[in-house]
């Protein structure tokens, strides 16, 4: 029966440890200066030497040289603290995840009264001791704050923020980190040469990096594969082999990892899905695959950025190893193999709790073979013909996008640039197809500035190269018209202000918008900044225009304007939402003859907002200019403002004007004395001289609200 390697090969002096010179320094400093405190607090991850330093610190203080920093190994103390020792009665180890109650704190504290039985000084190591309860801590406090001469502290810990503040702050804390890989891969190695222990290439790497840094697990996980081995006929010593390594370990075999990244550098999809299956057929985690695949492109992305100094980053690889890797990396390219990586990583954080990592590895592999040319996009393999101008004498200013002479089926997305494309479509031979369809090519571009007329011409060029890449984009910027272009500035005009919101959308740095810019530089050959705005902020479009002036306002019927309140909302309804509907109050003209002829007076109307959509508060409706009523004149069907020159005295006098509703109010004929003489220019009357012409009063104050097509 043989003892385990952490065991066999502790280390028994500060000198031996390796990795740690942060805390074996200071610690050695202190002891060389006899400035050794009363309490310690060694943290850090599981593994990395902190009991055993404590242990280690321990034979310092109490060696019979001592205080020393290098313990003699002879003395009883020394021999008792070692690999083989029994432990002393001076030193007392307590586990703190068993021990962590008020009781074996004042336990632990009548023990400490007393003096050394044998050496220098009481030494209470304390492991786990985040596991100490708070209460255990504070019966502890007044003993770590001041304890007796012969009595040092040493709390090990892998979690030091549970151990209580006031304990904390009473210590000299070391913090111990893990093992650098460089450094454990060269002790691994004096390791299994000191046990003569023959190790295949590769086979330490992959322990070094299972272990994680910590010294306790990878000699344990070496300890492992070296009692799984079998002795070699040859030499009669023990043989770890790599198959063995890789297949206890669960890493991804080298050749598999070597067969991925040729089929993913050659664009072979049979390759690269066979591969796939093989890992799944030997019951292979995915997530490890994908693992694997991603530290392997990492080395190759050092080889590309390192070149023959990629040795000294990448230790522990074999010179064949490192000439066959090159190679691979000669062949990918450091954008590529950065693009290949990105994916990568992005499929190992969808596969965290994935219910099929089956398909998502599957997945994966098809994305880096569409972006690494495995897989022809069909824009590329198979273009699709469009419908191209007929190239004229003159250039002719085009105004909306050209009809497809016939509907084109959907093509699939691809994940390259959209100019490069656009490109390959343009440059691709076509004149057979053209010919069998009776589409005419289009014409070569032509030298010289890019205006707004070859802007139109070349629109629909522009959106067969970007149907090609993207059916969405296509769909949004199809709609839009070129309304104009002042340098790099394209100014957009669009239907509807959502299409111009789905035009702006951006989805990490891709969306139409980005597309669309993309198309234009494949066929015109400059990048072009953008100015989307909706129709009604450009104006309309030339087609939309037309010479036909609009027909005259026809003058209201009065039959029609009393035929209730709701006759004006009617037919404000009918008219556009982006207009105000204005309701005119009679005028003379509408007016019988009388005897006595009157100036005519001007026409009263509404004030009208020119832009309601901007205001912040409803509009209220209010008179602008009123004419003396006749006998017989309907008044119109609107609630009055209030004015702030309201009289007050005269409110006696007048009659109440009935809620909408109600047949209309025919104003009663006044004395040709009475009614005033309307002045020249637009005038605007109080509340008193509304009261007095049209025998009115004031009921209430609503707010105007806009027609829109769905108020009736």
């Given at each position: 029966m043989?003892?385990?390697?952490?065991?066999?090969?502790?280390?028994?002096?500060?000198?031996?440890?390796?990795?740690?010179?942060?805390?074996?320094?200071?610690?050695?400093?202190?002891?060389?200066?006899?400035?050794?405190?009363?309490?310690?607090?060694?943290?850090?991850?599981?593994?990395?030497?902190?009991?055993?330093?404590?242990?280690?610190?321990?034979?310092?203080?109490?060696?019979?040289?001592?205080?020393?920093?290098?313990?003699?190994?002879?003395?009883?103390?020394?021999?008792?603290?070692?690999?083989?020792?029994?432990?002393?009665?001076?030193?007392?180890?307590?586990?703190?995840?068993?021990?962590?109650?008020?009781?074996?704190?004042?336990?632990?504290?009548?023990?400490?009264?007393?003096?050394?039985?044998?050496?220098?000084?009481?030494?209470?190591?304390?492991?786990?001791?985040?596991?100490?309860?708070?209460?255990?801590?504070?019966?502890?406090?007044?003993?770590?704050?001041?304890?007796?001469?012969?009595?040092?502290?040493?709390?090990?810990?892998?979690?030091?923020?549970?151990?209580?503040?006031?304990?904390?702050?009473?210590?000299?804390?070391?913090?111990?980190?893990?093992?650098?890989?460089?450094?454990?891969?060269?002790?691994?190695?004096?390791?299994?040469?000191?046990?003569?222990?023959?190790?295949?290439?590769?086979?330490?790497?992959?322990?070094?990096?299972?272990?994680?840094?910590?010294?306790?697990?990878?000699?344990?996980?070496?300890?492992?594969l070296i009692a799984g081995s079998e002795l070699s006929a040859e030499t009669g010593g023990v043989v770890v082999r790599y198959e063995r390594a890789v297949a206890l370990?669960?890493?991804?075999?080298?050749?598999?990892?070597?067969?991925?990244?040729?089929?993913?550098?050659?664009?072979?999809?049979?390759?690269?899905?066979?591969?796939?299956?093989?890992?799944?057929?030997?019951?292979?985690?995915?997530?490890?695959?994908?693992?694997?695949?991603?530290?392997?492109?990492?080395?190759?992305?050092?080889?590309?950025?390192?070149?023959?100094?990629?040795?000294?980053?990448?230790?522990?690889?074999?010179?064949?190893?490192?000439?066959?890797?090159?190679?691979?990396?000669?062949?990918?390219?450091?954008?590529?193999?950065?693009?290949?990586?990105?994916?990568?990583?992005?499929?190992?954080?969808?596969?965290?709790?994935?219910?099929?990592?089956?398909?998502?590895?599957?997945?994966?592999?098809?994305?880096?073979?569409?972006?690494?040319?495995?897989?022809?996009?069909?824009?590329v393999a198979a273009p699709v013909p469009v419908a191209a101008p007929v190239p004229l004498a003159a250039p002719v200013p085009v105004t909306a996008p050209a009809p497809v002479a016939e509907p084109i089926p959907p093509v699939a997305e691809p994940t390259h640039p959209v100019a490069a494309t656009v490109e390959a479509s343009r440059s691709a031979p076509v004149a057979d197809t053209s010919k069998r369809s009776g589409i005419v090519p289009p014409a070569p571009a032509t030298t010289g500035p890019i205006d707004l007329h070859r802007m139109r011409d070349a629109w629909p060029e522009v959106l067969a190269g970007l149907e090609s890449v993207s059916r969405t984009s296509w769909l949004v910027a199809s709609g839009a018209r070129v309304a104009d272009l002042d340098g790099d500035v394209l100014t957009l005009s669009f239907r509807s202000q959502s299409d111009v919101a789905k035009f702006k959308k951006l989805n990490a740095g891709a969306g139409p918008s980005e597309d669309l810019r993309q198309a234009i530089l494949g066929v015109l050959g400059i990048r072009v900044k953008y100015l989307a705005k909706h129709d009604s902020e450009t104006g309309p479009s030339p087609q939309a225009a037309s010479p036909t002036p609009p027909p005259p306002r026809q003058a209201p019927d009065p039959r029609s304007a009393g035929a209730g309140p709701a006759s004006p909302a009617r037919a404000a309804a009918a008219a556009p939402v982006t207009e105000w509907a204005v309701a005119p109050i009679p005028t003379d003209a509408d007016a019988p003859p009388i005897d006595e002829p009157e100036p005519p007076a001007p026409v009263a109307q509404f004030a009208v907002d020119d832009e309601p959509e901007d205001a912040t508060e409803p509009a209220r409706v209010q008179v602008a200019t009123l004419a003396p009523p006749r006998e017989g004149d309907v008044l119109p069907d609107r609630e009055v403002e209030q004015s702030v020159e309201a009289d007050e005295?005269?409110?006696?006098?007048?009659?109440?004007?009935?809620?909408?509703?109600?047949?209309?109010?025919?104003?009663?004929?006044?004395?040709?004395?009475?009614?005033?003489?309307?002045?020249?220019?637009?005038?605007?009357?109080?509340?008193?001289?509304?009261r007095q012409v049209l025998g009115a009063t004031f009921v209430r104050e609503e707010p105007y609200e806009p027609p829109t097509r769905f108020s009736s």
């Open positions: 043989t003892t385990a390697l952490y065991r066999r090969y502790r280390p028994e002096a500060f000198g031996e440890m390796i990795g740690q010179s942060q805390v074996t320094e200071p610690l050695m400093t202190a002891l060389r200066s006899d400035r050794v405190g009363h309490a310690y607090l060694f943290s850090g991850p599981r593994g990395c030497g902190k009991t055993t330093s404590a242990r280690i610190l321990a034979r310092c203080l109490n060696c019979a040289a001592g205080p020393t920093d290098t313990p003699c190994g002879t003395c009883d103390s020394c021999v008792e603290l070692g690999r083989g020792g029994g432990g002393s009665l001076d030193v007392v180890e307590i586990d703190a995840a068993s021990h962590n109650g008020v009781d074996d704190a004042r336990d632990l504290r009548e023990r400490a009264v007393f003096a050394p039985a044998r050496d220098r000084f009481k030494i209470f190591i304390l492991d786990e001791a985040h596991m100490v309860t708070p209460q255990g801590f504070n019966a502890l406090l007044k003993l770590v704050e001041e304890p007796p001469d012969h009595v040092k502290f040493i709390f090990a810990t892998t979690e030091p923020e549970k151990v209580i503040g006031t304990i904390r702050s009473r210590t000299h804390h070391y913090p111990f980190r893990l093992v650098p890989p460089a450094a454990m891969l060269e002790y691994v190695q004096q390791l299994s040469e000191t046990e003569g222990v023959v190790v295949e290439p590769g086979v330490l790497p992959l322990v070094v990096r299972a272990g994680g840094g910590s010294p306790r697990d990878t000699l344990s996980l070496l300890d492992q370990l669960g890493y991804t075999h080298a050749e598999l990892l070597d067969e991925v990244v040729d089929a993913f550098g050659a664009g072979d999809a049979a390759a690269a899905f066979s591969a796939v299956d093989r890992v799944v057929q030997t019951g292979q985690d995915p997530r490890r695959f994908v693992d694997d695949l991603l530290e392997r492109l990492r080395d190759l992305i050092v080889i590309a950025a390192t070149g023959q100094g990629a040795a000294n980053v990448l230790r522990g690889v074999s010179t064949e190893d490192l000439d066959r890797m090159t190679r691979q990396a000669e062949v990918f390219g450091a954008a590529r193999l950065s693009r290949t990586a990105d994916l990568v990583i992005a499929t190992l954080d969808e596969m965290t709790g994935a219910t099929s990592p089956r398909l998502q590895l599957e997945l994966m592999v098809a994305r880096v073979l569409a972006h690494t040319g495995g897989v022809a996009p069909a824009a005295q005269d409110e006696d006098d007048l009659d109440i004007v009935p809620d909408a509703g109600v047949p209309p109010v025919v104003a009663p004929r006044l004395p040709a004395t009475a009614a005033p003489r309307a002045p020249a220019g637009i005038q605007r009357y109080g509340e008193s001289v509304i």
